[in-house]
């Protein structure tokens, strides 16, 4: 076999193996550089391997050389290949902001472990978007939120432990609710691989226990992804956790927890059990608009501008479900688009973050007065981060609600798109409160952040979030790359073949 | 009935004794179900390891529960998953009926080829490391995983507050002598399930808990400078590396020598020969990170409480 026939394990190993060398080399220096290595060789793969499913369609791979159902296959498709890209890609240029805010939030012991853990909620998540077998999903699942609970601890206020302890407590609830419903599927069709269950569930879809396995699927996978009434847990692990690792989960964890729904709901059940036998369009549809709207008024109120970013994502999430829910190509294709263009400006707007955090060691938006003058670059990139959100042209952010609210007209259901406009308007006024505050308020004189010592990050957190800033712009004007793929991607959810 | 003497009961020590004997119940009903590597399994680490644990937990926060309150919701929900899990068992297929769809898709073949292609007696381990050895490969990681989260959030204290030589129960003879009789049988048992987990119930989960507990066990009773004197938290925290490592290791080879990642047949000429070997090397691979872990976990809690 060629190294490019072992590009879909490459993925996942790459970072998994690299962990326990990040632990036998050790050293703060070396655990960086092994980590930052192998994110960008694993991007590197990750390109290839979305070439080649785009062009040879989607790629199958056996490991140990089993055939599936007996063996566990990886298979991945365009949707996988995608939302890989989006970890692997974000895993890989917050690597680049880690370096100094690691270093300046974690303490020295606590350096070499923050680096294998960050390579296992890597692996963990990009095996989630490869793998086509449901149990192995749930392994990586836990390694990834494993890991993810022991990050968000590590912040520097107290409260990140009562946070990393309620997500644990929550994420626990969703992963064992996941595998109940597995084992339920297991019972009824007696295997595990997708592509084994899709083809076996339609003889017995008609059962008590293949709709008590998808409710208790989908509610575990709405724990992971923090859908409205299930987000409590957003907030607080956003907020207190360090810096890079708000930006890291707030770009890819809830992301590819919308990847496995997704999948599930489509591949899996497929179309017509899912959103036509059980009423989950109305569901999902009522769920997504309340969180948009409620998610949206909190923000607007918080102090904490890392929190207030916590809660639009909780909205964005919304916006995902609301158009997973209208079940046609153009809504679906509108949540996996903003799948990635979320991904692009909460990685833009948490880095931004981290760089004011780590110059004036505070997030609360009193303390962000005259920050516009000090650090030009970026707040000019949390800026660019701020109208992507609100959905401005010719920002990436307004393609996916173009697409969004297409949707809703494409089905007459206008007070649905209202709803959409009226969530970009809270989003103005939450992003607004920032910039004025940047730009338009002269710090207090008795300022907490020793006015004048604030200069401009350094180039290596300024770096990522302009990269970032940049891709707002850039896929707001050239969608080919992610429009086309997004399309593509629903269109083979939809049709039922992935 | 233990569970809601679990739920019913205040006092923390008693909760941790209760849990105990669930496991050991559990147990039970896994051996009465011809599971015996899940029953082994859940005497092990559910009875063994996880009970000394809380009792290490125990001696940082008191034994005794604050009163709380009873959020009503939490019952709604508790309720709510119940009913779900009753609502969908109705229809499951019955109880052994060798019809069922676990029973005819996947399982003949593990069965019936099992012993042809992989080359051991016991399917169970066949599956576990074999068939699905991926899973067993991610399932490392997440113990892996769990060290890690324990060293990041307690971190390890290894400084001159450790008292060489005391016993944190004091000094009792009778335990000492039992000790040092036990110890090499348990050791020696620990052993032999990992090499023996192709035959018999067994493999490298249960063999690191095994011996694991071995090691705690004479920390308990001896104090614990020596141990960590032996062992220290860096090492630890190597050799569970390094048992990833192995496996990982395993799977590379087999992509370097032209087969797909994890397949053991690139091992040897004969594959069936290669797979029993890559099932060992995997095996070893598994106990000592979960070996490790266990004692990473086990430091953690014993070494924070002279902090207060």
Same mark, same amino acid.
């Given at each position: 076999?060629?190294?490019?026939?072992?590009?879909?394990?490459?993925?996942?190993?790459?970072?998994?193996? +690299?962990?326990?060398?990040?632990?036998?080399?050790?050293?703060?220096?070396?655990?960086?550089?092994?980590?930052?290595?192998?994110?960008?060789?694993?991007?590197?793969?990750?390109?290839? #391997?979305?070439?080649?499913?785009?062009?040879?369609?989607?790629?199958?791979?056996?490991?140990?050389?089993?055939?599936?159902?007996?063996? $566990?296959?990886?298979?991945?498709?365009?949707?996988?290949?995608?939302?890989?890209? $989006?970890?692997?890609?974000?895993?890989?240029?917050?690597?680049?902001?880690?370096?100094?805010?690691?270093?300046?939030?974690?303490?020295?012991? /606590?350096?070499?472990?923050?680096?294998?853990?960050?390579?296992?909620?890597?692996?963990?998540?990009?095996?989630?978007?490869?793998?086509?077998?449901?149990?192995?999903?749930?392994?990586?699942?836990? $390694?990834?939120?494993?890991?993810?609970?022991?990050?968000?601890?590590?912040?520097?206020?107290?409260?990140?432990?009562?946070?990393?302890?309620?997500?644990?407590?929550?994420?626990?609830?969703?992963?064992?609710?996941?595998?109940?419903?597995?084992?339920?599927?297991?019972?009824?069709?007696?295997?595990?691989?997708?592509?084994?269950?899709?083809? /076996?569930?339609?003889?017995?879809?008609?059962? /008590?226990?293949?709709?008590?396995?998808?409710?208790?699927?989908?509610?575990?996978?709405?724990?992971?992804?923090?859908?409205?009434?299930?987000?409590?847990?957003?907030?607080?692990?956003?907020?207190?956790?360090?810096?890079?690792?708000?930006?890291?989960?707030?770009?890819?964890?809830?992301?590819?927890?919308?990847?496995?729904?997704?999948?599930?709901?489509?591949?899996?059940?497929? #179309?017509?059990?899912?959103?036509?036998?059980?009423?989950?369009?109305?569901?999902?549809?009522?769920?997504?608009?309340?969180?948009?709207?409620?998610?949206?008024?909190?923000?607007?109120?918080?102090?904490?501008?890392?929190?207030?970013?916590?809660?639009?994502?909780?909205?964005?999430?919304?916006?995902?479900?609301?158009?997973?829910?209208?079940?046609?190509?153009?809504?679906?294709?509108?949540?996996?688009?903003?799948?990635?263009?979320?991904?692009?400006?909460?990685?833009?707007?948490?880095? +931004?973050?981290?760089?004011?955090?780590?110059?004036?060691?505070?997030?609360?938006?009193?303390?962000?007065?005259?920050?516009?003058?000090?650090?030009?670059?970026?707040?000019?990139?949390?800026?660019?981060?701020?109208?992507? #959100?609100?959905?401005?042209?010719?920002?990436?952010?307004?393609?996916?609600?173009?697409?969004?609210?297409?949707?809703?007209?494409?089905?007459?259901?206008?007070?649905?798109?209202?709803?959409?406009?009226?969530?970009?308007?809270?989003? #103005?006024?939450?992003?607004?409160?920032?910039?004025? +505050?940047?730009?338009?308020?002269?710090?207090?004189?008795?300022?907490?952040?020793?006015?004048?010592?604030?200069?401009? +990050?350094?180039?290596?957190?300024?770096?990522?979030?302009?990269?970032?800033?940049?891709?707002? $712009?850039?896929?707001?004007?050239?969608?080919?790359?992610?429009?086309?793929?997004?399309?593509?991607?629903?269109?083979?959810?939809?049709?039922?073949?992935? | 009935?233990?569970?809601?003497?679990?739920?019913?009961?205040?006092?923390?020590?008693?909760?941790?004794?209760? !849990?105990?004997?669930?496991?050991?119940?559990?147990?039970?009903?896994?051996?009465?179900?011809?599971?015996?590597?899940?029953?082994?399994?859940?005497?092990?680490?559910?009875?063994?390891?996880?009970?000394?644990?809380?009792?290490?937990?125990?001696?940082?926060?008191?034994?005794?529960?604050?009163?709380?309150?009873?959020?009503?919701?939490?019952?709604?929900?508790?309720?709510? !998953?119940?009913?779900?899990?009753?609502?969908?068992?109705?229809?499951?297929?019955?109880?052994?009926?060798?019809?069922?769809?676990?029973?005819?898709?996947?399982?003949?073949?593990?069965?019936?080829?099992?012993?042809?292609?992989?080359?051991?007696?016991?399917?169970?381990?066949?599956?576990?490391?074999?068939?699905?050895?991926?899973?067993?490969?991610?399932?490392?990681?997440?113990?892996?995983?769990?060290?890690?989260?324990?060293?990041?959030?307690?971190?390890?204290?290894?400084?001159?507050?450790?008292?060489?030589?005391? *016993?944190?129960?004091?000094?009792?003879?009778?335990?000492?002598?039992?000790?040092?009789?036990?110890?090499?049988?348990?050791?020696?048992?620990?052993?032999?399930?990992?090499?023996?987990?192709?035959?018999?119930?067994?493999?490298?989960?249960?063999?690191?808990?095994?011996?694991?507990?071995?090691?705690?066990?004479?920390?308990?009773?001896?104090?614990?400078?020596?141990?960590?004197?032996?062992?220290?938290?860096?090492?630890?925290?190597?050799?569970?590396?390094?048992?990833?490592?192995?496996?990982?290791?395993?799977?590379?080879? *087999?992509?370097?020598?032209?087969?797909?990642?994890?397949?053991?047949?690139?091992?040897?000429?004969?594959?069936?020969?290669?797979?029993?070997?890559?099932?060992?090397?995997?095996?070893?691979?598994?106990?000592?990170?979960?070996?490790?872990?266990?004692?990473?976990?086990?430091?953690?809690? *014993?070494?924070?409480?002279?902090?207060?």
């Amino acid at each position: 076999m060629s190294l490019m026939d072992n590009l879909p394990v490459l993925v996942v190993i790459l970072p998994l193996l +690299a962990t326990p060398l990040v632990l036998l080399l050790g050293g703060f220096g070396r655990a960086w550089a092994i980590a930052t290595v192998a994110c960008w060789v694993t991007l590197a793969a990750t390109a290839a #391997l979305l070439q080649r499913v785009s062009v040879e369609g989607p790629v199958s791979y056996r490991l140990g050389n089993w055939a599936p159902p007996w063996g $566990i296959e990886y298979r991945i498709d365009l949707m996988g290949a995608y939302v890989l890209l $989006i970890v692997v890609a974000i895993a890989a240029l917050v690597l680049v902001f880690a370096r100094q805010s690691v270093e300046k939030e974690i303490t020295a012991e /606590r350096r070499v472990p923050f680096f294998a853990a960050y390579l296992l909620v890597v692996a963990g998540l990009a095996g989630i978007t490869v793998t086509g077998d449901a149990f192995n999903l749930f392994v990586f699942l836990e $390694i990834s939120s494993l890991a993810s609970y022991a990050l968000i601890s590590l912040g520097r206020d107290r409260r990140a432990l009562t946070a990393a302890f309620q997500y644990l407590v929550m994420g626990t609830i969703g992963a064992t609710f996941f595998i109940i419903g597995v084992g339920f599927l297991y019972m009824m069709t007696g295997t595990l691989n997708m592509m084994d269950l899709a083809e /076996r569930l339609p003889e017995v879809a008609d059962t /008590r226990m293949v709709r008590a396995a998808f409710a208790f699927i989908v509610v575990g996978l709405g724990l992971k992804l923090a859908l409205f009434p299930l987000h409590m847990w957003m907030p607080d692990a956003y907020a207190y956790s360090p810096s890079v690792v708000s930006a890291l989960l707030a770009a890819t964890a809830s992301k590819v927890a919308v990847y496995a729904l997704l999948r599930f709901l489509f591949t899996i059940f497929g #179309l017509e059990f899912a959103l036509g036998d059980v009423p989950l369009d109305l569901l999902l549809m009522a769920l997504g608009l309340i969180g948009i709207l409620f998610a949206s008024l909190v923000a607007v109120f918080q102090e904490n501008v890392k929190r207030m970013l916590a809660y639009s994502s909780v909205a964005q999430i919304g916006y995902i479900v609301l158009g997973i829910s209208l079940a046609n190509t153009t809504g679906v294709t509108a949540s996996i688009l903003h799948l990635f263009n979320h991904a692009l400006m909460k990685g833009a707007l948490f880095l +931004a973050l981290g760089a004011v955090v780590y110059r004036i060691g505070s997030a609360r938006i009193q303390d962000f007065h005259g920050l516009g003058y000090k650090m030009p670059w970026t707040m000019a990139g949390f800026v660019i981060g701020g109208l992507s #959100l609100i959905g401005v042209p010719p920002t990436a952010g307004f393609i996916s609600k173009w697409f969004l609210v297409t949707a809703t007209l494409e089905q007459n259901l206008w007070p649905v798109a209202v709803v959409v406009l009226v969530g970009s308007i809270l989003a #103005l006024i939450y992003v607004w409160r920032v910039v004025e +505050a940047a730009y338009f308020i002269k710090p207090a004189s008795q300022g907490i952040d020793q006015a004048g010592d604030v200069s401009e +990050a350094p180039l290596s957190l300024v770096l990522p979030v302009w990269v970032l800033a940049a891709a707002n $712009i850039w896929f707001g004007i050239h969608t080919d790359l992610s429009l086309g793929i997004a399309t593509r991607a629903s269109a083979a959810l939809l049709g039922g073949a992935p | 009935m233990v569970a809601i003497a679990v739920i019913k009961q205040r006092n923390l020590f008693t909760i941790a004794m209760l !849990t105990g004997i669930y496991s050991f119940l559990t147990a039970g009903l896994f051996m009465d179900l011809d599971a015996v590597d899940v029953a082994f399994t859940e005497a092990a680490v559910g009875a063994g390891v996880t009970t000394v644990l809380m009792l290490s937990a125990l001696r940082l926060v008191g034994s005794q529960q604050r009163p709380t309150r009873h959020p009503a919701i939490a019952l709604l929900v508790v309720g709510v !998953t119940g009913a779900a899990l009753i609502y969908g068992t109705l229809d499951a297929p019955n109880f052994g009926d060798p019809n069922a769809p676990a029973h005819t898709h996947v399982a003949p073949r593990y069965i019936e080829q099992g012993p042809v292609e992989v080359g051991m007696p016991n399917m169970v381990t066949a599956v576990l490391a074999s068939y699905r050895g991926h899973d067993t490969l991610g399932e490392t990681v997440v113990i892996l995983t769990a060290g890690l989260a324990v060293l990041l959030l307690l971190g390890i204290q290894s400084g001159p507050e450790i008292q060489h030589n005391v *016993s944190a129960m004091g000094r009792h003879m009778v335990l000492r002598v039992m000790v040092k009789l036990l110890l090499p049988f348990i050791l020696l048992f620990g052993l032999y399930v990992q090499m023996h987990g192709d035959f018999g119930a067994g493999g490298g989960f249960q063999a690191g808990v095994i011996v694991a507990t071995g090691f705690v066990l004479y920390d308990l009773v001896f104090g614990e400078g020596n141990l960590r004197k032996v062992l220290p938290t860096v090492w630890l925290t190597r050799i569970a590396a390094i048992g990833v490592l192995i496996y990982g290791g395993v799977g590379v080879f *087999s992509l370097f020598a032209g087969h797909p990642f994890l397949d053991y047949s690139a091992l040897a000429d004969d594959p069936v020969h290669g797979q029993h070997l890559g099932v060992l090397l995997v095996e070893a691979g598994v106990g000592l990170t979960v070996f490790s872990t266990v004692l990473i976990i086990f430091y953690a809690f *014993s070494g924070r409480r002279r902090q207060q």
